[in-house]
């Protein structure tokens, strides 16, 4: 016990401390992992939202660009 430093008693951790702390950790942990899932789930529908908006833009510009040609084949050709 020499090497402790010189407190009391009331500032050395029990194991019933030790037992609530560990409580309490756990509950911390289970509320960050439902925010951080929380997170992850919006992204998901934000990255699932502009894939599919840029997807249609995509088709619609090749759309308009096959469209052109064709106009311009036609009215060249």
Do not use: Q, Y
Not at 5 to 18: E, I, M, N, S, Y
Not at 54 to 69: G, L, P, Q, R, S
């Amino acid at each position: 016990m020499a090497h402790l430093p010189p407190v009391g008693w009331a500032d050395v951790a029990t194991k019933h401390d030790l037992n609530e702390l560990r409580s309490d950790l756990h509950a911390l942990e289970e509320r960050l992992e439902l925010r951080l899932t929380a997170e992850i789930a919006g992204v998901c529908t934000e990255i699932h939202k502009t894939a599919r908006a840029m997807t249609i833009t995509f088709v619609a510009a090749t759309a308009a660009i096959v469209t052109a040609i064709a106009a311009l084949t036609n009215l060249f050709g």
